[in-house]
Each structure stands twice: as C-alpha cells, then as structure tokens.
C-alpha cells in the first residue's frame, strides 16, 4: 500500500511540474495545431481573387499545365501538375517543376486555365501549420531544432496523459462532476480540467500519438534509411512547397541517371484520359513527368480515393498508373498499398483529420481547443494550489512570474493568432515582404503580451488580453469589406461558405473571448478566481 501511494506522489510531482513547464509551450502547439486544421480554407481566405473562382475541366487543365511547362521549364527533368478542386478546399491548379539546380520551382494557377493567378503574396494559414509541427524554425532538415522542441513537448504531453490517469484514481467519477458554483476557486478549476481530459481522453492521446508517426522519418532517421536503402524520400513532404506532396515515387529519383535523348512525349490529355477510365470513379489528383520530351520519359498519374484527402499529405502509397511517356505504353498499374505504406497514410488522416469533411474538422478544432483549455486549467489549479502553500519570498517571486507567464502563453497566443489574421488583411499588397511580416506581427504580438503581462496585475492581464482578442476576432469580417471579393455578406451569398466560414469562426471565437473576460472581470461572479489570489500578486 505504501509503495502504491509513493507511486501516485510521484506521479503527481511529474503531472504536475511537468505540465506547468511544458504546458507553456504545449498551449500555443495546441492553439495553432487547431486553427491550422482550416490552414486551406485560411489560405483561400487571404486570397481575394480565390474567392468563387470557375474550374476548368481535367483535360483543358491539363493541356494548359503542358503548354505552360513547356516555356517555362522545357529543359526540366521533373514536371509536377496537381489539378485543382482535387481537394475541395484548395482551388488553386498547382504547377511545379525542378530548374536547372534541381531545386523545387512553381506556383498558383487559375482553374479556369487563363494563366497565373494574380498572386496575393502570402502566407494565409501555413504560418499556424509551420509554428505546430516546428515552431517556425525553418527549414527544419537544416535547423531541426523546433521540430525536436515539439517532439519532446509531444513525449511530455503523453507522459502526462498517462501520469494524470494514474493521479485522477475517481477517473470515471471525474467525468460526471463539475461544481461551477463550488466555494473554493481551486475546486472549480480542477473540475473544469477533469471534466477537460476525461472527456477527449482518446483524442488528445491519439492525435500526438499519430503526430509522431507523420513525422517518424524526422524523429527515427536511421530507421527510415534503411528501410528506404537510404532514402527518406518516401516520406518526406516539405511542408513550405505544397506543390511537391505527390513528385514522389520511383520513377522521380534522378540520382545517378542522365536524360535521354530528345523524343516526343504522348500528349499529356491523352494519358489523363486513359488514367481516369483506369481509376473511375475516382479523380485524376496528380501527375508526375520524368524527364519529360525526352525517350526515357516517365508520366506517373496519381488518383485519388478521396475526395477529401489532402495531396500535401499524401504518400508513395496513392492508386497510381506509370506510362512510358515516348509510346504511351503502360508500365505498371497499381491499386494496393504496401502495409507500412497504408499505415502512414492512416496515421496521416487520423492527425490532419484528412476525411469526414467539414463535420470532422469543426470536432478537431472543437477537441484541440479543448485540450488546450484542459491545460491551461491544469496550470491555473497548479499555481493557485502551490501559492497557498507559499512560505518564503523566493517561492512568492517565482509564483508571481509563472502567474504572467500563464498569461501570456495562453491568452498572448490567442492574441497574436488574431494579430495575425488581421495582418493578412490590412498589410500593402504590394508590399513585396508582406508574408514575412504577417509572421513578424504574429510575434510582434505575442511580445507585447508577454509585455503587458509583466507589468500589469496578473488579474488584469487576464481580462484585458481576453478582452483585446476578443474585440480583434468581433471585429475581423469588417476588415473584409476594406479587401476586394472579401465582402462577408456578398460571400454568404455567393454560398461561399468555406470563406465566410473563416470570418464567422472568428466572430464565434470573440465572443467566448469576450465572455470568458466577462466571468473572471468579476461582473458576472462575485467572486473570480484572481479578485481572491492574483489581485495582490
């Protein structure tokens, strides 16, 4: 018995230190890791002239995507081509190819097949992607350091997960009980976070567990060369060139080959149109040419089994079909999957909620909002319990500091997620280092509130950085309306919901930044959690 409870203390030390240090740094992974479910439809949004753009069909996409790679890349050794409305979120023609460096080039295009799309420079909500799985520490194969950070929080989280089920012994109790009128502030919290982590319990653990898998070649190398005879390749996506998720398979590794001699390539309309009876009822989603006018030519085309699946995300697993590109003969069909392929592609879908459409993704912003409350609430029980228990003016100082680092760490990061949706829309768009600067103000912003937490009371703090984000998030659909095509209400109206969606998901968010300010202000409660203990901090 005795050693059953030294196991629990123990257990509770690292539950609860470990949740407070990591915590600061889990928070903002969560906070960002949940908007950047909705990274496409935040990437249309920021685009004014995405907004109900016409899509062109497959063939005339295609024929387009050729004409054009043939003046702008003929001497190239791999073209790319990801036809638009493959995922219905994204409706951009993608267009890449590697230039005389070998190094990955490309862009937009209009679905309509009229050209290069009049390109809004920025970086819509692949900021929110890049800060969850790296930090923004870019690119992470040459600085791995923020990847690294976010894998051991992802250990930390896990181990908590495990740590707090062994602490929480009344585990399935826990779940029934929430006393929001309790005497005690400390109670109320610590109900509010039970009530948090049994409720999404799978979820929360499923979601680092396959985070881990997606990014399993960056955390275990030596494992994935050998298994790949020293490539990564079949796993590696760089997430900052979206138009390069599918130019992998065997038929693009260039190393040690030399093009062939110059000789027709079979038009590539014709080979989509073979392809897409081989794969119906499924859509073309990709093509891939190797060495393309030349007699070693290659045309992979890749289908998709969903239409929700993200072409970013996807693997060397797709149903795909190889044509030799100088006769058109076919040289390999392929429709299943290699084990090992299949379960990264499904650890893929489970974390990037890549099926279930918008339904799902609105759960997996709804759970991933919902842990980072429940930690947040963890951290806000462990300071209010360990400053009760206070004795010396070290332990009241050091309190004092997590008190505003508290602050900043989880309404600082909402505040600048805000700071940053209003800088895509009130930057210059002309303004040549405008997507860098959308990155530059998100921090900017969390600086100020790390700032503002330090000289302000901490119950201060709380409430008006609640309180900004709030009014930032309210007031972000009127911006729209300073920004072409962007008008919220013309937008309904067009039913272009996936972008009106952006605008009334802030609009929804502000208003429980604005009540949750509300509560603790004292207004609406006689008695807020920081009139008792923070006032005086």
Same mark, same amino acid.
């Given at each position: ?146 990847? /690294? ?46 009530? /948090? ?76 149109? !073979? ?7 499924? !859509? ?80 997996? /912003? ?54 940053? /949706? ?116």
């Amino acid at each position: 018995m005795e050693k059953a409870k030294s196991f629990t203390r123990e257990m509770s030390w690292l539950h609860s230190w470990s949740g407070l240090i990591f915590g600061w740094l889990l928070v903002p992974i969560f906070v960002t890791g949940s908007i950047c479910v909705f990274y496409f439809e935040i990437g249309v949004w920021a685009k004014p002239e995405a907004h109900a753009m016409r899509v062109a069909e497959p063939a005339a996409l295609v024929a387009f995507s050729e004409a054009h790679l043939k003046k702008a890349a003929p001497d190239s050794r791999l073209w790319q081509i990801i036809l638009p409305d493959v995922l219905p979120r994204d409706p951009f023609l993608r267009l890449g190819w590697l230039d005389k460096d070998g190094k990955p080039a490309g862009g937009g295009f209009a679905p309509d097949g009229s050209g290069p799309q009049a390109r809004t420079p920025t970086i819509g909500g692949l900021f929110f992607v890049r800060f969850h799985y790296a930090l923004n520490i870019l690119p992470w194969q040459k600085h791995p350091l923020g990847l /690294l950070i976010v894998g051991l929080a992802g250990i930390a989280f896990l181990a908590n997960v495990i740590a707090g089920v062994v602490v929480h012994k009344r585990i399935f109790k826990d779940f029934f009980t929430f006393r929001p009128k309790a005497k005690s502030e400390q109670r109320k919290w610590l109900d509010a976070h039970n009530v /948090l982590s049994v409720l999404p319990l799978s979820f929360h653990f499923l979601i680092v567990l396959t985070g881990f898998a997606v990014f399993c070649w960056a955390y275990i190398p030596s494992g994935i060369a050998t298994l790949y005879n020293g490539s990564d390749d079949a796993f590696h996506v760089d997430a900052n060139l979206p138009w390069q998720g599918l130019a992998i398979s065997e038929f693009s590794d260039l190393k040690g080959t030399q093009p062939g001699a110059s000789a027709r390539t079979v038009p590539l309309a014709l080979l989509l149109a !073979r392809a897409q009876a081989e794969f119906a009822p499924e !859509r073309v989603a990709n093509i891939v040419v190797r060495d393309p006018g030349r007699a070693n030519a290659v045309v992979e085309v890749f289908g998709s089994d969903s239409h929700d699946h993200d072409p970013v995300l996807r693997r060397k697993n797709t149903p795909r079909i190889a044509f030799d590109g100088a006769s058109g003969r076919v040289i390999r069909i392929q429709h299943g999957r290699p084990l090992m392929a299949t379960i990264a592609d499904a650890a893929s879908a489970l974390h990037f909620a890549s099926f279930g459409g918008t339904a799902m993704r609105l759960l997996y /912003l709804v759970a991933g909002m919902t842990g980072a409350v429940m930690m947040a609430t963890g951290q806000l029980v462990f300071t209010i319990k360990r400053r009760e228990k206070a004795v010396s003016p070290g332990a009241e100082r050091f309190f004092k500091i997590v008190d505003r680092v508290n602050v900043a760490t989880i309404a600082g990061v909402c505040f600048a997620s805000a700071a940053h /949706l209003w800088a895509i829309r009130l930057l210059p768009y002309d303004l040549a280092a405008r997507p860098a600067w959308e990155v530059n103000i998100f921090f900017i912003a969390w600086g100020i509130a790390f700032l503002h937490a330090a000289v302000r009371p901490p119950g201060s703090a709380w409430i008006e950085q609640l309180a900004a984000t709030a009014l930032l998030c309210i007031a972000l659909p009127v911006l729209g309306f300073m920004v072409p095509n962007s008008n919220l209400f013309a937008m309904i109206a067009k039913g272009d919901w996936k972008t009106a969606g952006v605008d009334l998901g802030s609009v929804v968010f502000g208003v429980l930044f604005a009540s949750t300010a509300w509560v603790i202000s004292g207004k609406r409660a006689s008695r807020s959690m920081y009139n008792r203990s923070l006032q005086g901090a």
